[in-house]
C-alpha cells in the first residue's frame, strides 16, 4: 500500500503522540526524507522511540526503512488525466484561474494585508452568497490561529456591525463583482468608523475595488467558464491560501493552529489513546 494512504488510514488508531508525527509526514513528507529521527522528534516534540513505534505500525523495519519508502512513493509518476475528459476540462479551468490570479497578485500588498490582519483588535469578514461560505471558512482560520475574527453573511448584521467597529478593526470583504450593493454599502460605513478595508474581487474597476484601502485583485471565474459547477470561489480561496500561509509565518500563530489541530484531534481520537 502507498505509505502516505496507510499513514492516512492508520491515523485513527494512532497514539496522540503518534499521530503528531503522522501529520507532519502527511503534510511535509519532503522535509521528513531528509530529517534524521532526533530532527524530527524535535521538530514535533516527541521522544525517539515515539518514531520509532510509530515506524514500525507503518510496517517498517526502523525510520530509515520509512525514510525509503516516502522517497520511492515521491518519485513515482503522477495519475495520468485522460486528455479530453471532464476532469481534463476541469483540470484545465482551475490551472488558468491560478495562473491568472498569480498574474493580478500583488505580493507587497499582500504582505500589507498580512501585517494588517496580524495587529488589528478584531476582523469581520464580509461575503453574501457564495462569498458567505468563504468568509465563514476564513473566519475559522483565523480563529485557529488565535485572532479575533467574525463572519457577516447578511446584510443586516453587516449593517449593524459595521456602525460599531473602531479603528483598530479591519473589514475582509469578498465578492467576486465588486458590486454587491448591501456589503459596499457596509464597508464604506465602517471606513467612517475608522476601520481599513481589505477588499478582494475579480474587478478592478468596481466599486469594492474603489473603495478598498487595500484591494486585491483575483481572476474573475466567471470569464473562463461559467456554464459549468465550476466553483467560483476558487480564485479568491487562492488568495486567501496565501494570506493564511503568510500569516503562519508569524510563530505565534503557528504555535496557536498546532495547538488547536491537536486539541481537535485528540477530540476526535480520545478513545484511542
Not at 81 to 91: F, G, L, Q, R
Not at 93 to 109: H, M, P
Not at 138 to 156: N, P
Request: glycine fraction near 4%; hydrophobic fraction near 40%.
Amino acid at each position: 500500500m502507498n505509505i502516505l494512504k496507510l499513514v492516512e488510514d492508520q491515523l485513527p488508531m494512532l497514539s496522540r503522540q503518534e499521530r503528531k508525527v503522522a501529520i507532519q509526514v502527511i503534510q511535509n513528507p519532503n522535509d521528513v526524507q531528509k530529517m534524521s529521527i532526533t530532527t524530527l522528534a524535535e521538530k514535533v516534540g516527541v521522544s525517539n522511540a515515539t518514531i520509532t513505534r510509530f515506524v514500525k505500525k507503518m510496517n517498517c523495519h526502523d525510520f530509515y526503512d520509512f525514510k525509503l519508502q516516502l522517497a520511492s512513493e515521491r518519485q513515482a509518476a503522477p495519475k495520468p488525466i485522460a486528455t479530453n475528459s471532464i476532469a481534463d476540462e476541469v483540470y484545465s479551468f482551475y490551472r488558468n484561474v491560478l495562473s491568472d490570479t498569480w498574474e493580478r497578485l500583488d505580493t507587497d500588498q499582500l504582505k500589507k494585508v498580512v501585517d494588517l490582519i496580524s495587529h488589528c483588535r478584531r476582523i469581520y469578514i464580509f461575503g453574501i452568497g457564495s462569498s458567505g461560505y468563504t468568509a465563514q471558512e476564513m473566519t475559522q482560520r483565523l480563529i485557529r490561529m488565535g485572532i479575533a475574527a467574525f463572519s457577516m453573511t447578511e446584510s443586516h448584521i453587516m449593517y449593524i456591525t459595521s456602525g460599531i467597529i473602531g479603528k483598530d478593526d479591519v473589514v475582509l470583504a469578498l465578492s467576486s463583482s465588486g458590486s454587491t450593493t448591501d456589503l459596499n454599502k457596509a464597508a464604506t460605513i465602517a471606513q467612517g468608523n475608522g476601520a481599513k478595508v481589505i477588499g478582494i474581487t475579480g474587478f478592478e474597476k468596481s466599486k469594492l475595488y474603489e473603495l478598498s484601502d487595500y484591494p486585491i485583485l483575483v481572476k474573475n471565474s466567471n470569464f473562463v467558464d461559467n456554464t459549468r459547477f465550476i466553483n467560483s470561489q476558487f480564485a479568491m480561496t487562492y488568495a486567501l491560501d496565501i494570506i493564511t500561509t503568510m500569516l503562519l509565518e508569524n510563530e505565534t500563530f503557528n504555535k496557536r493552529l498546532s495547538h488547536t489541530v491537536e486539541l481537535v484531534m485528540e477530540n476526535k481520537f480520545h478513545s484511542n489513546n
